[in-house]
């Protein structure tokens, strides 16, 4: 297993890691969950409160090349810490604010922050194992952005039904305070990563060039449709037949198909990586085509959804 060759202070970094990439996938996806609500709340069309995810995503679209670039000689922890305290900021807006306008201005924040962390978390756990177990590392922390998937969005949904979608964003803040005093307090620091300018001469050699315009395109159409898709999950399996009272569940189901993609991952990665983007596009590919118009309902649309979401895992 990952842990039993690794000392302490690395476990509890990977650890700590697994709940940073949490909190990062739950406030992102927060208004996937309380999408409905809060377009009642503000008096707007579902399509228009989607603008919430966009806007986050916006931010990190523009700025984590240029984030990964600024921040290079920066202590990785420090960056970190930064980064967290970034989506408290971000999820206490969005809380508390009195128009629509305010919710995207702090979203926008929260993908500024995300930008950031997720620029360093990765080269973090890296640097918190030997190079053997890299990406069975990587695979471990990233989970705790299925974990999001599994509970996040569907506690938020219960949530906001519960007690209302402002409720549940200041609830989101609070456990995003304690994770940030965790991470001052518990993460191992790391060497800083090569700097840029080192890297550059690598990336002068056309094939090198090649591979990386390659993976930055893919990745790219990856984030973009399952992004368009998965902001109007809700709306969209209710239109398919689910019955209301089932969303909550069915989310749940939704991300626990989002770990075994993520377990799929961790045994490729390693192995055979071109073989994993095939199978997880070919995977997205038939979750989607399944959804167009209303060839399946209820709960095999449900079925069609974790299908798409464990290829993008």
Same mark, same amino acid.
Do not use: K
């Given at each position: 297993m990952l842990f039993k060759s690794l000392p302490a202070p690395a476990v509890i970094g990977l650890w700590a890691l697994f709940a940073c990439t949490f909190t990062a996938l739950t406030s992102e996806v927060a208004p996937v969950g309380i999408l409905i609500d809060m377009a009642r709340a503000f008096h707007i069309a579902e399509g228009k409160a989607g603008l919430a995810v966009s806007a986050f995503a916006l931010m990190v679209a523009v700025g984590a090349v240029p984030l990964t670039i600024l921040t290079a000689h920066i202590d990785r922890k420090r960056l970190m810490v930064v980064s967290l305290a970034g989506y408290v900021l971000s999820n206490l807006v969005m809380a508390m604010a009195p128009t629509f306008v305010l919710v995207c201005a702090g979203r926008m924040i929260g993908g500024v922050a995300h930008a950031l962390l997720m620029s360093i978390v990765s080269a973090y756990a890296a640097r918190l194992v030997p190079q053997a177990m890299t990406g069975r590392a990587i695979s471990f922390v990233y989970g705790g952005t299925s974990l999001g998937a599994v509970l996040g969005v569907p506690g938020m949904a219960a949530a906001g039904q519960l007690v209302g979608w402002r409720a549940a964003m200041f609830t989101l803040a609070g456990l995003s305070m304690v994770l940030t005093l965790c991470i001052a307090f518990f993460l191992p620091p790391v060497s800083s990563p090569v700097q840029v300018r080192e890297t550059l001469p690598a990336m002068r050699s056309h094939r090198t060039m090649r591979i990386f315009m390659v993976v930055v395109v893919v990745n790219g159409v990856f984030f973009i449709a399952h992004n368009?898709? @998965? %902001? @109007?999950? %809700? #709306?969209?399996? /209710?239109?398919?037949?689910? #019955?209301?009272?089932?969303?909550?569940?069915?989310?749940?189901? !939704? =991300?626990? %198909?989002? !770990?075994? =993609? *993520?377990?799929?991952? =961790?045994? /490729? $990665?390693?192995?055979?990586?071109?073989?994993? $983007? *095939?199978?997880?596009? *070919?995977?997205?590919?038939?979750?989607?085509?399944l959804m167009y118009g209303h060839i399946i309902s209820g709960w095999v649309a449900v079925g069609a959804v974790g299908l798409w979401c464990i290829g993008y895992s």
């Open positions: 368009l898709l @998965y %902001t @109007y999950v %809700t #709306p969209l399996l /209710l239109d398919h037949g689910l #019955p209301g009272g089932a969303l909550s569940a069915a989310l749940l189901l !939704i =991300g626990g %198909t989002s !770990i075994l =993609g *993520l377990w799929g991952a =961790g045994q /490729l $990665v390693d192995r055979n990586p071109a073989a994993g $983007v *095939l199978a997880g596009g *070919l995977a997205m590919l038939a979750g989607m085509g």
